[in-house]
């Protein structure tokens, strides 16, 4: 069964640095997401990406995050100048189409220290 | 936007028995309804959803309500395995207003009793 792939599957950053988490979702989907999971609270939608530009982002999508479709597989996620508090659990997650199942990678987790 | 609450937190069944667990939404907009399990460090896994135009759908031990009136939906689990110890996610969305990013609950950590 396809599924969505993520890498790393864990990153230690210094606060301030940047950091680069990589997805390549399911081959036929349209639709990607990136959602994030502080330790022990719910999972949280940051932004969704449609015909290679921004769809819908929520208010923790902010000027520090970005994200890319470098070539025809992999979808980014960049975070220009990490904080203590993006120490999550971010996953890549991917859709055929509008109110399709959304189907979510294994996670990258994100320490910042 | 949208808002999810979801009721317990802490659900504790024992083995055989059923669980419900509910949730409410507040955008009348929104129309998708899916349900996530999530075991300890993994991915969250989509279990069921429903959609607007149906108020009831099953899947073996797995059913799910929806009111749109009243705005909440809720997860019935019957038979209650050990294996169905888990966190359990509701979300909505409004997949016609864009493109559809999913509001979660809070979680109810699931534990089946022996």
């Known amino acids: 069964e396809p599924e969505v792939t993520q890498t790393p599957s864990h990153q230690v950053t210094q606060m301030g640095q940047e950091v680069i988490l990589r997805c390549v979702p399911i081959s036929n989907h349209l639709y990607f997401y990136w959602y994030r999971q502080i330790l022990g609270q719910k999972v949280e939608f940051l932004v969704s990406f449609y015909n290679n530009e921004i769809s819908e982002k929520s208010e923790i999508f902010d000027d520090q995050f970005s994200v890319e479709r470098p070539d025809g597989s992999n979808f980014t996620l960049k975070i220009r100048s990490t904080k203590l508090e993006d120490s999550a659990m971010y996953f890549c997650a991917s859709s055929q189409g509008l109110g399709h199942t959304i189907y979510f990678g294994e996670g990258s987790w994100l320490t910042v220290v | ?114």
Do not use: M
Request: with cysteine; aromatic share 8%.
């Open chain 2, 1 to 114: 936007g949208e808002n999810v609450e979801q009721h317990p937190s802490t659900l504790s069944v024992q083995e055989g028995d059923s669980a419900v667990i509910k949730c409410t939404y507040s955008d009348s907009a929104s129309n998708y309804f899916p349900w996530y399990k999530q075991e300890l460090g993994k991915r969250p896994q989509l279990i069921i959803d429903i959609r607007s135009n149906v108020g009831e759908k099953k899947d073996q031990r797995i059913a799910v309500t929806l009111n749109k009136t009243a705005k909440h939906f809720s997860l019935h689990i019957t038979e209650t395995q050990p294996e169905d110890s888990a966190v359990y996610f509701c979300a909505a969305s409004n997949s016609g207003g864009g493109a559809d990013g999913l509001t979660f609950g809070k979680g109810t950590h699931l534990i089946i009793q022996p």
